[in-house]
Nanobody, 122 residues
Framework: VELVESGGGSAQTGGSLKLSCVVS????????MGWFRQTPGKEREGVAL???????SYEDSVKGRFTIPKDNNKRTLYLEMNTLKPEDSAIYYC?????????????????WGQGTQVTVSS
């Protein structure tokens, strides 16, 4: 199983970025997928989740600014980030949980991408 993220980069405050995560090696739609982020010295935190039915959850600080659509045919997960803030700067990871619990507990996730850097300048 491989998850490959892309789309990170730099943006100004108030700008937008769109991350993509292509999943390969799974023969079925994943019960739960999510985006997480991590900054130096801090634990990895959940940003947005989507379950197999398309239900979504968002961390409070990104509600109304980020969305997490997915394309099952392309086996691709996205993170659309709008109205970016400097505190959104982090390495962003996509992850897959093979159990349909779809929660924020990072150790529950079975597979992770390599991460993509997002930097928001003021």
């Amino acid at each position: 199983v491989e998850l490959v993220e892309s789309g990170g980069g730099s943006a100004q405050t108030g700008g937008s970025l769109k991350l993509s995560c292509v999943v390969s090696g799974l023969t079925y739609n994943t019960p739960c997928m999510g985006w997480f982020r991590q900054t130096p010295g801090k634990e990895r935190e959940g940003v947005a989740l989507i379950d197999n039915d398309g239900s979504t959850s968002y961390e409070d600080s990104v509600k109304g600014r980020f969305t997490i659509p997915k394309d099952n045919n392309k086996r691709t997960l996205y993170l659309e980030m709008n109205t970016l803030k400097p505190e959104d700067s982090a390495i962003y990871y996509c992850a897959v949980d093979l159990v349909p619990s779809c929660g924020w507990y990072t150790p529950a996730y079975n597979y992770w991408g390599q991460g993509t850097q997002v930097t928001v300048s003021s």
